[in-house]
């Protein structure tokens, strides 16, 4: 028998969909290999962590338990396995963030030195993140333009599993992705929790086809109920695309139609596609503002912002939303997109703290924290970002409960305390009323933060050159 070769699991955590897999499967017996860098896995958190191990878990057992997991840099446990195996043939899908572009480098550089390859096929996206430009060779800097052209090239059908036949070798087990994590955490969490989510989302392709299949059967009220966190109305398919278990071209082909719900839900892949692009050109911008002047925008850093961080990630500011909000994300590892956007308005534009703080904590916590979708979305609501909301939207976490909870289903159900408050006065966020049901008071005055946001903003408007 020829010797095998290799497939290198990354952010394809599935068997379906997988053109890379089904090149592998074409090329002689595969063994699977994901590789646990220690490096990469440090500053993430334990939820996060979690989620990731039980999707290799649910990997492993799709593939008879044939999954080989390996600890250490992959730049030298790739090479070492092809070695051990005498592969000649390395395959994987390809991916287009900054550290992984690094890393693809340094190990094909390390394999082709002994005579091997790593070819890398497909991406996580339905078009690869860097290779839509304008005319000029430019890259889109506004969605709307972008996803014009990004939908001229939908419509490649996905591939079915390929039948493999594995051959496995010793390696460790997925718990070695939460022992190794959390391990480096910045100061301002100070005492917030380590630990997983205890209410985190099924994990594994089955899992996650059967989220498709659920969100499918009313994708067509999408438009109409998507902002609604009281409803089930989103598709809880964002920790299954995170991880690979499901394919973007996967749920594409699934929702296809005409309908205005299932318009709105693919520009919603679209802002996801769009944000990979703009981090594949601008790297920096997962921890930079793209919008260079809102570095001189004045925020709080110290002891008293520390405080007020650490409340709201908690979920005890005393605006109910935001508190539902930050209790789901504590609960479950994930948040409605609308509440991840009035929590975000809160804590820039009302405590005054730097978006990179927030954007830290949300990676920390959720299952689904994809770096280009977070680190944008943060910027987005900081208005530093490409698209952003401009500075002086600012979300009233008042507005938005009576707007999008009118009757406080989504409250009541993240904060306890509320459990019996009438809506009139949930609404209302009637404080008295509030407080005596064992509620906290407001941590701060809203009117008076949100001037404040402003004239800190007018400050660098007057001068900074945008």
């Not at 394809?12 to 490096?39: S, Y």
Request: neutral net charge; contains cysteine; glycine residues 8%.
């Amino acid at each position: 028998m020829s010797n095998p070769v290799i497939f290198w699991f990354r952010r394809d955590l599935r068997l379906a969909d997988n053109p890379a897999l089904v090149a592998a499967a074409h090329a002689g017996t595969v063994v699977a290999l994901f590789v646990v860098d220690p490096e990469l896995v440090a500053p993430v958190g334990a939820t996060r962590a979690a989620y990731v191990a039980a999707s290799l878990t649910a990997l492993d057992e799709a593939m008879g338990g044939a999954l080989v997991i390996r600890v250490g840099d992959p730049t030298t446990v790739v090479p070492e396995v092809a070695r051990e195996l005498g592969a000649q043939c390395v395959y994987a899908s390809g991916d287009s963030t900054p550290r992984a572009r690094h890393r693809d480098r340094a190990v094909a550089a390390a394999l082709a030195g002994e005579g091997r390859v790593l070819t890398t096929i497909d991406s996580p996206y339905v078009v690869e993140p860097g290779t839509i430009r304008q005319a000029s060779g430019a890259p889109y800097r506004v969605y709307s333009a972008f996803r014009r052209v990004w939908e001229t090239r939908l419509g490649v059908a996905p591939v079915a599993a390929p039948e493999v036949e594995w051959e496995s070798i010793p390696g460790v087990t997925p718990t070695a992705v939460v022992e190794l994590a959390a391990r480096r955490r910045p100061h301002y969490f100070a005492d917030l929790p380590d630990s997983p989510a205890p209410e985190s989302p099924p994990a594994g392709e089955r899992a996650g086809h059967a989220a498709l299949e659920r969100f499918a059967a009313h994708v067509d009220h999408y438009e109409d109920q998507r902002d609604r966190p009281d409803l089930d109305a989103t598709s809880r398919l964002s920790p299954y695309l995170h991880v690979g278990a499901l394919h973007p071209r996967t749920v594409l082909a699934a929702l296809d139609g005409p309908s205005r719900g299932r318009s709105t839900f693919r520009a919603e892949i679209g802002w996801r596609e769009f944000y990979a692009d703009v981090l594949s050109h601008r790297p920096d911008s997962a921890w930079r503002s793209l919008q260079p002047r809102f570095d001189a925008l004045r925020v709080d850093r110290g002891e008293a912002a520390v405080a007020r961080f650490g409340a709201w990630a908690r979920g005890e500011t005393g605006f109910p939303l935001v508190d539902a909000g930050m209790r789901q994300l504590l609960a479950e590892g994930w948040m409605h997109n609308r509440v991840r956007m009035v929590t975000a308005s809160f804590l820039v534009k009302h405590l005054h703290v730097d978006w990179r703080w927030g954007a830290s904590w949300f990676l920390w916590r959720l299952v689904d924290g994809d770096v280009a979708s977070n680190q944008h979305g943060w910027q987005w609501t900081a208005g530093s970002g490409t698209d952003a909301a401009p500075f002086h939207r600012i979300f009233s976490p008042t507005r938005q409960a009576e707007r999008f909870d009118p009757i406080g289903r989504y409250v009541r159900r993240y904060v306890p305390e509320l459990a019996s408050v009438a809506e009139s006065d949930l609404t209302r966020a009637d404080v008295e009323t509030l407080v005596a049901s064992g509620y906290r008071a407001p941590m701060i005055d809203a009117g008076v933060e949100r001037r404040e946001a402003l004239a800190r903003f007018a400050e660098i408007r007057a001068t900074v050159a945008p």
